[in-house]
């Protein structure tokens, strides 16, 4: 069976009891290269290695097929920060500048 981007979001999102996850196919649908965005409460007080290796144990049988895989992890609290801070700075760059309007 081959790899998708859905099959390996799926289970990211069960077994780490995730509230948001975002798996991208980078291959051209071969199924060989992923990037995967993870926010998981599980993350909560580990390290950034921690989190990794939680995420690659969650697809270690897939791995075994997947040629690159990369990822971005967060906490929700990370999440919401991030998320209010490019919410500001799209505020700030929409601001009209300069006279006449």
């Known amino acids: 069976m081959a ?3 859905e099959i390996l ?3 990211l999102k069960n077994e780490l ?3 948001h996850v975002n798996v991208e196919d980078l291959s051209d649908g071969c199924g060989g290269k992923f990037s995967a965005f993870i926010v998981s409460n599980k ?3 580990k390290g950034l290695l921690q989190q990794h ?3 690659n144990s969650c697809i270690k049988e897939e791995m075994e097929s997947i040629h690159a895989f ?3 992890t967060l906490t929700p609290e990370q999440f919401a920060k991030q998320t209010t801070k490019t919410n500001d700075t799209a505020a ?3 601001k ?3 006279g006449g309007h």
Do not use: L, Q, S
């Open 3 to 5: 790899i998708t981007a």
């Open 96 to 98: 009209c500048v300069g």
């Open 53 to 55: 290796r939680m995420v």
């Open 43 to 45: 993350f909560k007080g």
């Open 9 to 11: 979001a799926k289970k």
């Open 92 to 94: 700030d760059d929409m």
């Open 17 to 19: 009891e995730a509230e």
């Open 70 to 72: 990369t990822m971005k």
